[in-house]
């Protein structure tokens, strides 16, 4: 998991978007700030099956097989 953040408009959803896709073959991107949803799914995820769980809610089919995704949290 890789959790970025930064001053808006340096370029932190490109990168994300690009390493994403180049570098994994299944990759969740969860962007808090358009997503008003998201601080939701996850505030009460206490462990790490807690935040699978959570993860599971939010992103459906693409969630998979969790040793094959990479989860990009901004």
């Known amino acids: 998991m890789l959790l970025i953040e930064g001053?808006?408009?340096v370029g932190k959803s490109y990168i994300i978007r690009q390493v994403g896709q180049k570098t994994f073959s299944n990759y969740i991107e969860i962007n808090m700030e358009e997503d008003k949803l998201g601080d939701r799914?996850?505030?009460q995820a206490k462990t790490t099956n807690d935040f699978y769980m959570a993860l599971?809610?939010?992103?459906?089919d693409k969630m998979g097989d969790n040793d094959a995704?990479?989860?990009?949290?901004y």
């Not at 599971?56 to 459906?60: E, F, L, M, R, T």
């Not at 995704?69 to 949290?73: S, W, Y």
């Open 41 to 43: 799914v996850f505030a």
């Open 7 to 9: 001053a808006r408009q």
């Open 69 to 73: 995704i990479e989860q990009f949290l």
């Open 56 to 60: 599971s809610i939010y992103a459906g």
